[in-house]
Nanobody, 119 residues
Framework: QVQLVETGGGLVQTGGSLRLSCAAS????????MGWYRQAPGKEREFVAA????????DYLDAVKGRFTISRDNAKNTVYLQMNSLKPEDTAVYYC????????????WGQGTQVTVSS
C-alpha cells in the first residue's frame, strides 16, 4: 500500500503561480511513474501530467503545455507540479497518482488538493 500526501493548493489570481507537491510513502514500494489529474466542478476527472521515475520526457495535457512543469525527486519519492500563468479554467481539485507497476499503470490516488484561480 502506498500513501500519497498532496500539499500546495490554494487560491491565486489569474496569471499567478502555485506549486503542488505529492509525497509517496509506505512500508515497501517501488515507484515507476507519478503524475497529476484534476477534476473541475461538473466535469470528469482528466489527466494533467505524468513523469517516469527512470527519466524521459514528461507527458502533459495540451491545455497546460508551456505553463505547467512536472518534476520529481527520486530520493524523496516526491513529485511536483509547478503551475504558472494560471487561468480560471485551471480551477479544480488536483489529485496525485502513483504507479508501482513496470508498465506504468496507475494504482494509487491521493486525497486531492483544491486549486482555485480567481478572475
Amino acid at each position: 500500500q502506498v500513501q500519497l500526501v498532496e500539499t500546495g493548493g490554494g487560491l491565486v489570481q489569474t496569471g499567478g503561480s502555485l506549486r503542488l507537491s505529492c509525497a509517496a510513502s509506505g512500508p515497501t514500494f517501488i515507484t515507476y511513474r507519478m503524475g497529476w489529474y484534476r477534476q473541475a466542478p461538473g466535469k470528469e476527472r482528466e489527466f494533467v501530467a505524468a513523469i517516469r521515475w527512470s527519466g524521459g520526457t514528461p507527458d502533459y495535457l495540451d491545455a497546460v503545455k508551456g505553463r505547467f512543469t512536472i518534476s520529481r525527486d527520486n530520493a524523496k519519492n516526491t513529485v511536483y507540479l509547478q503551475m504558472n500563468s494560471l487561468k480560471p479554467e485551471d480551477t479544480a481539485v488536483y489529485y496525485c497518482r502513483h504507479s508501482s507497476r513496470p508498465s506504468g499503470e496507475w494504482v494509487y490516488w491521493g486525497q486531492g488538493t483544491q486549486v482555485t484561480v480567481s478572475s
